[in-house]
């Protein structure tokens, strides 16, 4: 069974730091196609924030390139977020997800929702100014 398990999420300050884990387990995880994240808030839709395949081209949404970078452990099956510089604008519900084994992996999508088929629980990330 497939099972992604998020960390790192709370509160910070406007301009400070925080770095996310998501822990995948049910396959090997350098067999996967690509790794994301996600955030929502009320009321608006769930959009791709970073993305990393599995030969480690990355994807980065306009409003966090610069600030936030995405990588992951093969040895330790996990997908990091580093986000620095925050600002109110970040507060959201942040959401690992994972596409899973794929025998051809395409670069096409990497921030789209239908690309992943596997995704953490979610947890807070608050912003204060």
């Known amino acids: 069974q497939v099972q992604l398990v998020e960390s790192g999420g709370g509160s910070v300050q406007a301009g400070g730091s925080l770095r996310l884990s998501c822990v995948v387990s049910?396959?090997?995880?350098?067999?996967?196609?690509?790794q994301g994240w996600f955030r929502q808030v009320p009321g608006k839709e769930r959009e791709g924030v970073a993305s990393?395949?599995?030969?480690?081209?990355?994807f980065y949404v306009d409003s966090v390139k610069g600030r936030f970078t995405v990588s992951q452990d093969n040895a330790k099956s996990t997908l990091y977020l580093q986000m620095n510089s925050l600002s109110p604008d970040d507060t959201a519900v942040y959401y690992c997800?994972?596409?899973?084994?794929?025998?051809?992996?395409?670069?096409?999508?990497?921030?789209?929702?239908?690309?992943?088929?596997?995704w953490g629980q979610g947890t807070q990330v608050t912003v204060s100014s």
């Open positions: 990393i395949s599995r030969g480690g081209t990355t």
């Open positions: 997800a994972a596409s899973g084994p794929r025998p051809i992996c395409t670069l096409s999508n990497a921030l789209d929702r239908s690309k992943y088929n596997y």
């Open positions: 049910g396959y090997t995880y350098s067999r996967g196609c690509m």
